[in-house]
Structures are given as C-alpha cells and as structure tokens.
C-alpha cells in the first residue's frame, strides 16, 4: 500500500528527523514551502519536502 509521506515539524530533533529522511543531521535543513524538516543539503537535495512535493503531484525540477 502506499504511504503518504508525512511533513516532519521543524520543532522535531534533527537527528530524528535524520533517520526518517535516512541522511545526516548535518542534510536535514526547511522545507522552502511549508518549513517542516526535509534533506535539504547534500547529494540528493531537496528544496521542498516529499510532503510538499506528493501535494503538488509534479516532479518539477528546483529552480
Ligand atoms: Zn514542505
């Protein structure tokens, strides 16, 4: 079944929100829209959180 991934509030420990995003605290950075948790550094970055993103239903590139 699929899972809807779930925004991660910014008030959440980075090291746990690190594990649920599976990178390093030192990745886990704000959601450019909704300012929840998200990787938003390192190789696979990402300015908007998969919350965000499977809102949206578009794989829009950053820019
Ligand atoms: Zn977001």
Redesign the pocket.
Known sequence: MDEMPQ?IDPSMDRAAAALLLGCTPDQVGY?A??R?L?RRYGPDAQL??R??RAAEGAEEPSG
């Open positions: 925004r959601c829209r909704c929840g998200t908007v959180c919350a965000c």
